[in-house]
């Protein structure tokens, strides 16, 4: 069914209320959930709702935090999130990487201590109404396995960076270091396909095409898909990733990263605080003149959106494209959600004996 | 044949100093040199000594440059290359860029008006000795198709990331935004063999396994191989190196970057000076303590390093083994050159009157 992006947002702000975050957090919160169903990742919408409901459920949440700057320099600081869900010591720490970016030229906050934030371009977009460039990421739980590994070592690692433009729509790439996200795997499990090749291997490291491979012990592979093809590159963008997230940050990395579901016990060993992600903000005037910059950004995406497209595909894209076609789309439309997300939703509004939606 | 390290750093020295580079700059361009032969990456090796004199030969390298800072922030500066070979400005920028860092935490340099400088990882890596983590970037001349382009329009655009640990080596990540490098379809010319699936399009954009479809007007691929597998996150990666390289320095970004061989005439439109390239160090301190900071980098290593390998694989590796083990081999093997790259610096020993090596 369709729902009106008003209707869903109140709805996820009452459910958030309903578990004891502030009104204001609440809504900051939903904020981030609406972005994830408009700009087209639903598997990072209202769906995570259920999942966070179940941690809260579980006490894993923490919903009157003391988000704290715990270490800082002219550039940097730390931050941690005081065990609460992300979107909260997500906005705290990008505004901060902001504020510094105005003193310093550029803002950079490794945050701990925090949990699943939702899209990372939501964030890396908040420096596009200061003139600054946003760069947004996070790591995650283990699903990914390095090159030549059996084990999954790292999460799908994320990276979103935004870029302002004049006339032109802001350049905004937000994508996953692994070739495919965890929701096609379930796609392909419900429809009863295959995956392609490139995507998954079994709990020995052999390549896999069933799509149910990762309840079996095996991992998804990292952007590259083989060594031949250049997994060792996608390893090595989702292990920055993870450094910069939680290492610099205090965190917990790699196979550490606590569960994101509350069925799945906390891990007996920790090397840090909760997850973890790092933000960071850079002022374009602090390189060029701010008019010029944005000039010449309209300049290159014209160049590229302009560029003679490959046999059968109708145009060039612009990183954020998409997105933007998607938020034009729900705009009218509505925003979908699948059975099993609305009848998710009714049992959590059932428990805060609040009304369904519409 | 084989050469020992000084004969072959000695001789690049010459070479350099015979166009009219300051001894002391050519002794710190043949490091780079030489660090590419000794890391395994001899595409970025000697073999570019050729180019180089072709493009000294045809006026279109400065030996005498002014590198300077042309705007600045705390934490930011944007460098001019000045025209010269890219080594120059490149380890002034990222000099620059760990001075930043000593006083605001982070530093980020944009340089313009550069020519090729090697190898990013050696930059990158410049960092380390002073506990913090060293990032480098470059555009390149346009060799790689965006996602449903026909057309060539970014460079293979390396990033190169260090991060120091404390009784581990460093992780050093050092890669192309592509699958494979020039190099690699070559020597598949060369073998009169096909390339693999996923590495290059043919000129109308059609999948292509042709070694020399380069030569055809065909494209790489980006990073991913195709959409299904990723390739518009390759896309977005080689987007934001050209990005920060070249609009925030003030360069020519994505098709406009001026060719690296002699041969190829200079392009009628310009929309910046010469290629550019981003530079950033941040102190580790100014997020960590810097001991906690580098044990938790050696259990990340360790951790990894210890995951169980694939069926079939000897072992996980971390970014920068394989270079160390390059390093290594060459340490006591020398260093080997292919008879096309002797035959070609023998010419230009000629043309200086300088003795062949050894």
């Known amino acids: 069914m369709k729902y009106s992006y008003e ?22 919160c939903a904020k981030v ?44 600081a ?15 720490s990008m505004k901060l990487a902001i504020e510094k970016a105005k003193q310093a030229g550029t ?10 934030f939702g899209i990372s371009g939501y ?20 699903l990914v396995a390095p090159t030549f590994s059996a084990e999954a070592m790292l999460g799908t690692n994320p990276i979103a960076i935004a870029i302002p433009a004049k006339n032109q729509p802001p350049f905004v790439a937000d994508f996953a270091t692994t070739p495919i996200n965890r929701g096609k795997f379930t796609i392909a499990a419900k429809k009863g396909v295959q995956l392609g090749h490139g995507f998954a291997q079994d709990a020995e490291g052999n390549p896999s095409t069933d ?7 095996g991992s998804m592979l990292p952007l590259g898909g083989d060594r031949e093809h250049g997994s060792h590159k996608g390893y090595c963008l989702g292990s920055v990733v993870d450094i910069f997230s939680a290492v610099l940050s205090g965190a917990n990395f790699g196979p550490f990263v606590p569960p994101m579901v509350a069925y799945l016990p906390l891990l007996d060993q920790k090397v840090g605080d909760g997850l973890g992600h790092f933000f960071g903000a850079m002022r374009i005037d602090a390189f060029q003149d701010g008019e010029h910059f944005k000039l010449m950004m309209d300049k290159w995406i014209g ?56």
């Open 7 to 28: 209707g869903l947002f109140n709805f996820t702000t009452n459910v958030l209320v309903n578990m004891g975050f502030s009104h204001a957090d609440s809504m900051e």
């Open 33 to 76: 959930f609406l972005a994830a169903e408009t700009r087209g990742f639903a598997t990072h919408g209202v769906i995570r709702l259920g999942d966070y409901y179940k941690l809260w459920e579980a006490g894993r949440i923490n919903t009157s935090p003391q988000v704290k700057i715990v270490h800082q320099s002219p550039s940097t």
């Open 78 to 92: 730390v931050v941690d999130g005081d065990g609460t869900i992300g979107m909260i010591p997500a906005k705290f």
């Open 107 to 116: 803002g950079w906050v490794a945050t701990r201590n925090s949990c699943n």
């Open 123 to 142: 964030y890396a977009m908040m420096a596009l109404e200061h003139d600054m460039i946003g760069i947004t990421m996070t790591n995650a739980s283990p």
């Open 211 to 217: 799509p149910t491979v990762l309840e079996k012990g």
């Open 303 to 358: 160049t590229f959106r302009n560029a003679k497209p490959a046999n059968g595909c109708e145009r060039v894209m612009i990183p954020g494209d998409q997105e933007r076609e998607s938020e034009a789309r729900t705009a009218i439309e509505g925003i979908s959600l699948i059975p099993q997300v609305e009848s998710d939703l009714q049992t959590i509004a059932k428990r805060f004996n609040m009304d369904w939606i519409g």
